[in-house]
């Protein structure tokens, strides 16, 4: 079949109804191409068409987010257990100590710490979360003097914007006495206890 022709026999062009004309220009090129329909019937989509969710299947290419602006994302992230049972010390000091390698300079670490002790003496122990040596009052407790239980949550997140490198992020208290005698109690303190976990976890992000 000659280039400019159509065969006939091959192609049906219907008429509608309406005096708008369709034109259907091709490209500038000095290169053959070949436009394949599908065997099968259906409606063209064109770039001001919407498709259906239910339409879409088979296998979608991978996503990066990496050229995304203005949106929080995680480029580093560390999660920290401490499950022995340990005695106290009295006043104030430093609870437990973790390190996170941080990879920018201008992202800002998020630690979300929780804690589990046992028995108590203090309602208030100024109780604080650090990060890259700034203590942040963003953790706390409830206390009931009335009643001791078994095992006492100590619950917070703190965040930071702070140099890349090695980071440590603590737990620590300020006030003279006990915020809990015993940290990660396990059935040593009641029977009905399994070995509790203190967890602290770090998120690097980036805007």
Partial sequence: ????????????????????VITVVPPATNTDRTLTLPDEAGTVLTSA????????????????????????????????TWGTRTSSTSGAHVVWSVTHTKLSSTSKLVARVSMIGKGWSNGVSGEYISIDGTQ??????????????ANIPIIGTASKVCDAGSRVVSFGVSASGYLATIWNPNSTDDGRNNQKVSTIEILEIET
């Fill in 136 to 149: 942040y009052a963003s953790i706390c407790y409830t206390y009931d003097n009335a009643w001791a239980p």
């Fill in 1 to 20: 079949m000659a280039n400019g022709t159509i065969a006939v026999s091959q192609l049906d062009i219907l008429t509608q109804s309406g005096t708008g």
């Fill in 49 to 80: 068409s919407s498709l259906a969710a239910g339409n879409l299947s088979g296998s979608l290419p991978a996503i990066s987010g990496a050229a995304l602006t203005g949106v929080g994302k995680v480029i580093s992230y560390s999660f920290h």
